[in-house]
Structures are given as structure tokens and as C-alpha cells.
């Protein structure tokens, strides 16, 4: 019985958000104190986030299955981004 290699193409998602998202994240209480007219008490913002749109995702996904297309794929690497390059 001959196996066919396995092939695959990995997505490093980062925290994401978008549209109708019902978790309390930090958009969602950043839109709420915008809204509200409120100030809203954070820390300095010195940490690095990578927060990363819905939509990005999906076209990640899409990305990643047209990698998987191309026969000399056999497994790769890739962040789900806002950041240019790491």
C-alpha cells in the first residue's frame, strides 16, 4: 500500500475581530467608551497586539488553499498578519 505524503499549510492566527463579534475584547470596549463618551482605563498601550479583521482570515484560508494546489507544497509556515513582515 503506497501513502500519499501529507501536505498541509499552517495558519498562525493572531487575535482577530470583526462585525457581531459577542466576546469582550478590546475593540468592543473601545467602541463602547467611544459610543458612551466615557474615558476608558487601560494600561499605557506600551504591549504589541496584532489584532487582525475577519476578512483577513477568510482570505488567509483562501490563500492557504491555493498553496495547497501547487504539487512541490508539502508544508509551510504562515502568520495571519497585520504586520508586514516578522
Known amino acids: 500500500m503506497n501513502a500519499t505524503p501529507l501536505r498541509a ?7 482577530t475581530y470583526g462585525p457581531n463579534d459577542p466576546r469582550n475584547n478590546l475593540s468592543s470596549l ?3 467608551a467611544a459610543d458612551a463618551r466615557v474615558p476608558l482605563a487601560i494600561s499605557p498601550g506600551e504591549q504589541l ?3 487582525v479583521f475577519v ?3 477568510v482570505d488567509a484560508y483562501l490563500a ?3 498553496r495547497l494546489q501547487v504539487p512541490e ?3 509551510e509556515h504562515y502568520p495571519v498578519s497585520t ?3 516578522y
Request: proline share 0%; net charge negative.
Open 9 to 15: 499549510v499552517t495558519l498562525k492566527l493572531f487575535d
Open 30 to 32: 473601545l467602541r463602547s
Open 49 to 51: 497586539m496584532d489584532l
Open 55 to 57: 476578512d483577513d482570515v
Open 64 to 66: 492557504a488553499v491555493r
Open 73 to 75: 507544497v508539502m508544508h
Open 83 to 85: 504586520w508586514w513582515a
